[in-house]
């Protein structure tokens, strides 16, 4: 595909929403995915942000 | 009846049976309560009609300590007092805030809310509000509460032809009651200085200042120190455990779904603790300002990334031709904790033009306020997670026990304390009926009687217990004729 004809086929809100995932993906890489004890739901604090443990995997 | 000045007043001949000094809420609801019982009222306000650099110079004054705002900046003196720049924000203190509290050393007022909620149809009338809705608990640990913005009623536009008409109260501009004369029992007149010099003394039964949460507590201690302590004879805690209600953005928010909870006009919505949440993290009460940004679509996007990634967002902004800030902003403004060293004392150096003693004021916020900041917002990011509703991002500063941030709001300009209420005399300055302690004929009124500062703006508390003061006098000024 042309580089015109991509960028016309992309809309800015696929773009934006490629940006909003890819730092967020890397905020949460950091952190190891949850041991098999450890409760999906229960409440971490990583970088000021309170989230649930099942969103760092 | 309104005078421009004292001498026109004198030459009126009206007499009083009670004094009012200062006409902002307070003294203005006062006076129109004793009016409206038939008792004989004068008010003096030491400014005029309207704003004036002259007048708002006697306010100046010194902080000492954390950054404030400039004294004389942060109250107004004129007609109407600071009825005249609030914001029109109203709640009524928390029954909580009126229990004490076992973890906080000088907590507990001697009444409770239940003194004052007779008195709330009166406050929806005097601030145009219209009624409160209970409380919305979310979690065990947060309340959806309500912070009514009123029309923000300016008490001298809104009560100016009342007080013209009245024939019971007298409001009398220009006249700066510099001081109150006393022999320890009761005051026996106030000095007053008006159209550029002294008028003598203006005598009645009552006196009652309202001057603001600062200004009463200069006019008391100078008041006390002419009189060698004779107008208040129990003065070890006036001045003292002064507070206000410190206030600075705290994070930011993304919510899942903007339209769980329903926001006012401006996009806002407020929470605070539960009692229990409170006891068992050891914090005093807080609320949190949740404003929501006024985006959709594609701007909402860019909105949420600003909160995980900045400069991703910027980029993106820019490409919008737009400056978008996180999704939600999170303002947090807490109760202070009472303490005694937190004080207004007179100046030793700087006077007014007048030679009265400027005010100097003494206020640090310490380590639970930093801590009801931080663990306030934990609380409610924790609700907003369990429940789904959404997610908190608590500041950097914050969680790394930086300093507050200079560029900030600060505080509310919410002046509380001083002249404390309280059963115990070394601990407070007025009783549960707001008269000194040790004097028969000396109230007080405003916010300078907080025992707590509890959360919330305190104009819809200064009203009801100003309504309440107002039938507590009528009532004891009746009583005492009828028995004569």
């Given at each position: 595909?042309?580089?015109?004809?991509?960028?016309?086929?992309?809309?800015?809100?696929?773009?934006?929403?490629?940006?909003?995932?890819?730092?967020?993906?890397?905020?949460?890489?950091?952190?190891?995915?949850?041991?098999?004890?450890?409760?999906?739901?229960?409440?971490?604090?990583?970088?000021?942000?309170?989230?649930?443990?099942?969103?760092?995997? | 009846?309104?005078?421009?000045?004292?001498?026109?007043?004198?030459?009126?001949?009206?007499?009083?049976?009670?004094?009012?000094?200062?006409?902002?809420?307070?003294?203005?609801?006062?006076?129109?309560?004793?009016?409206?019982?038939?008792?004989?009222?004068?008010?003096?306000?030491?400014?005029?009609?309207?704003?004036?650099?002259?007048?708002?110079?006697?306010?100046?004054g010194k902080t000492v300590g954390d950054p404030y705002f400039d004294l004389d900046v942060t109250r107004l003196r004129y007609f109407g007092g600071c009825s005249n720049h609030w914001a029109g924000w109203c709640r009524?203190?928390?029954?909580?805030?009126?229990?004490?509290?076992?973890?906080?050393?000088?907590?507990?007022?001697?009444?409770?809310?239940?003194?004052?909620?007779?008195?709330?149809?009166?406050?929806?009338?005097?601030?145009?509000?219209?009624?409160?809705?209970?409380?919305?608990?979310?979690?065990?640990?947060?309340?959806?509460?309500?912070?009514?913005?009123?029309?923000?009623?300016?008490?001298?536009?809104?009560?100016?032809?009342?007080?013209?008409?009245?024939?019971?109260?007298?409001?009398?501009?220009?006249?700066?009651?510099?001081?109150?004369?006393?022999?320890?029992?009761?005051?026996?007149?106030?000095?007053?200085?008006?159209?550029?010099?002294?008028?003598?003394?203006?005598?009645?039964?009552?006196?009652?200042?309202?001057?603001?949460?600062?200004?009463?507590?200069?006019?008391?201690?100078?008041?006390?120190?002419?009189?060698?302590?004779?107008?208040?004879?129990?003065?070890?805690?006036?001045?003292?455990?002064?507070?206000?209600?410190?206030?600075?953005?705290?994070?930011?928010?993304?919510?899942?779904?903007?339209?769980?909870?329903?926001?006012?006009?401006?996009?806002?919505?407020?929470?605070?603790?539960?009692?229990?949440?409170?006891?068992?993290?050891?914090?005093?009460?807080?609320?949190?300002?949740?404003?929501?940004?006024?985006?959709?679509?594609?701007?909402?996007?860019?909105?949420?990334?600003?909160?995980?990634?900045?400069?991703?967002?910027?980029?993106?902004?820019?490409?919008?031709?737009?400056?978008?800030?996180?999704?939600?902003?999170?303002?947090?403004?807490?109760?202070?904790?009472?303490?005694?060293?937190?004080?207004?004392?007179?100046?030793?150096?700087?006077?007014?033009?007048?030679?009265?003693?400027?005010?100097?004021?003494?206020?640090?916020?310490?380590?639970?306020e930093h801590r009801t900041l931080l663990e306030g917002l934990r609380l409610f990011g924790k609700t907003l997670a369990e429940k789904d509703y959404g997610r908190v991002r608590i500041a950097d500063w914050i969680l790394?026990?930086?300093?507050?941030?200079?560029?900030?709001?600060?505080?509310?300009?919410?002046?509380?304390?001083?002249?404390?209420?309280?059963?115990?005399?070394?601990?407070?300055?007025?009783?549960?009926?707001?008269?000194?302690?040790?004097?028969?004929?000396?109230?007080?009124?405003?916010?300078?009687?907080?025992?707590?500062?509890?959360?919330?703006?305190?104009?819809?508390?200064?009203?009801?217990?100003?309504?309440?003061?107002?039938?507590?006098?009528?009532?004891?000024?009746?009583?005492?004729?009828?028995?004569?």
């Open positions: 595909m042309a580089p015109a004809r991509f960028a016309q086929a992309v809309t800015r809100r696929s773009i934006v929403q490629v940006l909003l995932a890819v730092p967020a993906l890397a905020l949460f890489r950091q952190h190891a995915a949850p041991a098999p004890q450890e409760r999906p739901d229960e409440l971490v604090e990583v970088n000021g942000w309170i989230l649930k443990r099942s969103e760092l995997a | 009846m309104i005078f421009e000045n004292f001498a026109s007043f004198r030459s009126s001949g009206f007499t009083p049976t009670v004094v009012v000094i200062g006409s902002g809420p307070a003294g203005v609801t006062i006076s129109r309560k004793l009016a409206a019982a038939g008792i004989p009222v004068a008010i003096l306000e030491a400014g005029g009609a309207e704003y004036s650099d002259e007048s708002q110079d006697f306010y100046r009524l203190m928390d029954a909580v805030d009126f229990e004490p509290k076992a973890r906080v050393p000088d907590t507990g007022w001697p009444i409770r809310r239940s003194d004052l909620e007779p008195y709330l149809d009166e406050v929806h009338g005097i601030l145009d509000l219209v009624p409160f809705r209970d409380d919305v608990p979310i979690s065990e640990d947060i309340r959806w509460v309500q912070l009514i913005k009123s029309p923000a009623v300016r008490f001298a536009e809104k009560y100016r032809s009342e007080i013209e008409q009245g024939a019971n109260i007298a409001l009398v501009l220009d006249s700066y009651a510099t001081e109150l004369q006393g022999d320890g029992s009761k005051v026996t007149g106030a000095a007053v200085w008006s159209a550029g010099k002294a008028q003598g003394t203006l005598a009645a039964d009552y006196y009652v200042p309202c001057t603001g949460g600062l200004e009463n507590s200069r006019l008391l201690l100078w008041s006390n120190e002419r009189s060698n302590g004779g107008v208040v004879p129990h003065a070890e805690a006036l001045g003292r455990y002064w507070m206000e209600h410190p206030q600075f953005e705290g994070g930011n928010a993304i919510m899942k779904n903007p339209d769980q909870f329903e926001m006012d006009a401006v996009s806002e919505a407020f929470f605070s603790p539960s009692a229990e949440a409170m006891e068992r993290t050891g914090i005093m009460n807080f609320g949190v300002r949740f404003i929501q940004m006024p985006y959709s679509g594609a701007k909402r996007l860019l909105a949420e990334l600003a909160c995980v990634a900045p400069e991703s967002a910027e980029w993106a902004s820019e490409s919008v031709g737009s400056r978008l800030r996180c999704a939600a902003q999170l303002y947090v403004s807490w109760e202070q904790a009472p303490r005694r060293e937190n004080r207004i004392v007179l100046s030793s150096t700087e006077r007014d033009s007048l030679g009265i003693p400027r005010l100097e004021l003494h206020w640090r916020k310490n380590e639970i790394n026990g930086d300093p507050y941030p200079a560029d900030q709001e600060l505080a509310g300009n919410h002046h509380m304390g001083g002249t404390r209420m309280g059963d115990d005399v070394k601990k407070s300055v007025v009783d549960r009926d707001q008269k000194v302690h040790g004097m028969a004929n000396l109230y007080v009124g405003g916010s300078s009687v907080f025992t707590t500062s509890g959360q919330c703006n305190p104009t819809t508390t200064i009203v009801a217990l100003s309504a309440r003061l107002g039938d507590h006098l009528a009532r004891r000024i009746g009583q005492s004729a009828m028995a004569r």
